[in-house]
């Protein structure tokens, strides 16, 4: 589903990435651990072809995203979700807006704009659905900034889930969360994957929270320093 | 008041109305989309981006007296120095928004494949929102003003008929439009203050939708529709473009053009500090720290209705009368000469200080004040210690744009006889001497981006984002 292949990358002259090697396959569920500034965020932009990488290839389900662009690049990330560390919701609108929002790589942006201003029925139970998996039914009409730090990594999440990707992409969701919210929105993303065969690669701080993921591959200096099939 | 006076004052009033709703409306179809290019930062935004920052340097009535000139007397030259000049405001509005507003939102969109439209309108829009229309209401005060006076100059308008009355020595007439103006600033000031409290997008394209159709009716139903002129406008543009040109460096129109700079300067400066002196005692007596309860039991009653609703009073007027108006009651008062425009400046920047100070004082965070208070210290050293350090820098800032606001605002003064640049500007045009017109012009705008450009460290040292102020800047 996602490869990368010897991939070097360094913003001017800090090497962030030196020759990283790994690919997920097809409804495989990966942790990848590591201090930070190992290089997992990099990891996580390149995937969505954010921009290139210095040296090396990054494969989505077989496509070199380099040179991408256009409609075509469109439609490779419309297949990945991703969550980002700091959620990057639109504060201003509701909670629904913004989980419908997942669903923009399909849309015009006409379409886009509909959906958000008139949603249709499918488009309500999508939005309804996703929040009842977060559990977050009754805040669909709130606006964003009022929801504390945990509701908005589940709103982030449900935004993910309404988004249908095949492969979900977390960027530590687990961080600033205290550690029984932590393993609660771990297990979310694992159950939404499992659920719908989705692969899931999630960056995380803590190895305790590995448990229950295939595989543990540990991100050191901008390389593998482990790769491990998760016993548990 | 005789029949001729009212029916003159419904055609002025109705002109003012169209060329401040059709200026508006020119200013945010151009201005918005102008700002998206600028904000770009590519070699067609910097272009735009110059050409904007010397538009904005004009003053308005410096671009009024050329507009007259290119287009002649009446209604369209207003529309066009104003629309040109918001058109400018705007752009430069908009690209900073969307510098300060926060691009990740946006861009986790595009991550999830959204267009690149999809993911600005939805992901930098609604944050972008608030300041956008607070700023056009802020905008549509200020068009208000500047359609006012720009008929001072033969622009269509109030400002016209103010003039005259003042040159007739008809204090009554006088007295009457400028009630008239008041109000009418006055009103548009509480319509964009409910555009900006209620602004649910549907209310806000509703009334741009209303202000474009007030633009149309109140300029065709007026003696003297503009759209009459429009024909032989292009040939006498060409015409004042090739009179005009080159400008005149003679030494003698440049030594008049650098004592002209000498005395606005000196103009802007004893108005800016007249203005804070002023603005102080005001400011107090409005400001309402009692109202957040902090200074209960310190003994301390900062105000009451007594004193608060007077001093509102005055500080409302004396911001709603734009200088120029202001400028011809010092002539009347002081004569001819620099004092006029000093007595102008120092009355509006009061105004507009004492509103803002006040505002600085009330929105300051009243945490560590009780904090103050709460240790048993007095309410001055309170609001001293406390209230004053965090007011300060906005409050800096604020001073700073009205400065350079009124830099430009005294070159306008000139021309109504206040001396300085604006003077010699103004006699220029009169006396048709289209190449010593274009030096002065030319003058005013280097005179306002030098002092732009000197301000912008000390507004860096305040780190104050220009956005903050730029409300105010206008």
């Given amino acids: ?232 | 008041m005789t029949e001729t006076v009212v029916a003159y004052l419904r055609d002025a009033v109705l002109q003012t109305i169209g060329i401040t709703a059709a200026s508006f409306v020119i200013a945010i179809v151009c201005g918005i989309p102008l700002g998206l290019v600028v904000a770009r930062e590519d070699a067609a935004g910097r272009i735009v981006s110059a050409i904007v920052a010397v538009m904005r340097a004009i003053p308005e009535l410096v671009l009024a007296i050329v507009a007259v000139v290119a287009v002649g007397l009446g209604p369209i030259a207003g529309i066009v120095a104003l629309g040109a000049h918001y058109t400018a405001v705007l752009a430069k509005f908009t690209a900073e928004l969307l510098h300060a507003v926060r691009r990740e939102p946006a861009e986790a969109l595009r991550a999830t494949g959204a267009t690149r439209t999809a993911a600005y309108l939805v992901g930098l829009l609604p944050a972008a929102w608030p300041g956008l229309v607070g700023f056009a209401a802020y905008a549509i005060e200020s068009i208000a003003r500047g359609a006012v006076i720009v008929g001072v100059v033969g622009a269509g308008g109030l400002g016209a008929g103010l003039i005259q009355a003042l040159n007739l020595a008809d204090y009554r007439t006088f007295g009457v439009l400028l009630a008239v103006l008041v109000a009418l600033v006055v009103a548009v000031d509480a319509l964009s203050d409910r555009l900006r409290r209620g602004a649910s997008p549907r209310n806000v394209a509703f009334a741009f939708i209303a202000i474009a159709a007030v633009a149309v009716v109140s300029l065709a139903t007026s003696d003297d529709p503009p759209w009459t002129h429009v024909h032989g406008i292009v040939a006498h543009v060409a015409g004042f473009i090739a009179s005009s040109l080159p400008p005149d460096l003679s030494a003698h129109v440049l030594t008049l053009a650098w004592q002209g700079v000498l005395v606005s300067l000196a103009v802007a400066v004893a108005g800016t500090l007249i203005g804070i002196v002023l603005a102080i005692p005001f400011a107090l007596a409005i400001a309402a720290p009692l109202a957040r309860g902090w200074t209960r039991g310190t003994g301390w009653r900062p105000w009451s209705w007594l004193t608060e609703v007077p001093a509102r009073f005055v500080l409302a007027v004396s911001r709603a009368t734009p200088p120029v108006a202001l400028g011809l009651i010092g002539l009347s008062i002081v004569g001819l000469g620099p004092k006029a425009g000093i007595f102008a400046l120092a009355i509006h920047t009061a105004g507009v200080l004492g509103k803002l100070l006040a505002e600085s004082l009330e929105t300051a965070e009243p945490g560590p004040a009780s904090a103050l208070v709460a240790t048993g210290s007095t309410a001055s050293t309170a609001v001293a210690f406390a209230l004053l350090p965090s007011a300060l820098p906005s409050l800096a800032a604020h001073v700073l744009y009205r400065f350079e606001w009124n830099v430009r605002a005294s070159t306008v003064l000139g021309m109504i006889g206040a001396g300085g640049l604006g003077q010699a500007l103004y006699n220029a045009q009169q006396l048709l001497f289209y190449r010593q017109l274009a030096t002065y012009v030319i003058v005013a705008v280097l005179l306002v981006l030098i002092i732009d450009a000197a301000a912008s460290p000390l507004r860096e040292g305040l780190r104050i984002s220009r956005l903050a102020t730029s409300a105010d800047e206008i």
């Fill in chain 1, 1 to 232: 589903m996602l490869a990368y292949e010897d991939v070097r990358h360094a913003y001017g002259e800090r090497v962030v990435l030196d020759g990283c090697s790994f690919a997920v396959a097809r409804a495989e569920t990966v942790a990848l651990l590591g201090p930070s500034g190992a290089g997992k965020t990099t990891l996580f932009r390149l995937a969505f072809g954010a921009f290139d990488p210095s040296a090396g290839r990054v494969l989505v389900d077989g496509t070199d995203l380099r040179g991408l662009h256009g409609a075509a690049l469109r439609r490779v990330r419309s297949r990945i979700a991703v969550i980002f560390q700091a959620h990057e919701l639109v504060e201003e609108l509701s909670v629904a807006a913004n989980v419908i929002a997942g669903t923009f790589g399909r849309r015009t942006t006409f379409d886009a704009l509909r959906a958000v201003l008139r949603p249709n029925e499918v488009e309500q139970r999508l939005v309804r659905d996703a929040l009842e998996h977060v559990g977050l039914a009754d805040r669909a009409a709130d606006r964003t900034f009022k929801l504390s730090g945990g509701q908005r990594q589940r709103v982030a999440v449900a935004r993910a889930i309404a988004q249908r990707a095949e492969l979900v992409l977390a960027d530590e969701p687990a961080a600033s969360l205290d550690p029984a919210l932590a393993r609660e929105i771990v297990d979310l993303l694992l159950a939404d994957a499992r659920e719908r065969g989705a692969a899931l690669v999630c960056t995380l701080h803590q190895p305790e929270l590995t448990h229950g993921f295939d595989r543990v591959i540990t991100i050191d200096a901008g390389r593998v320093a482990s790769d491990k099939t998760n016993a548990a």
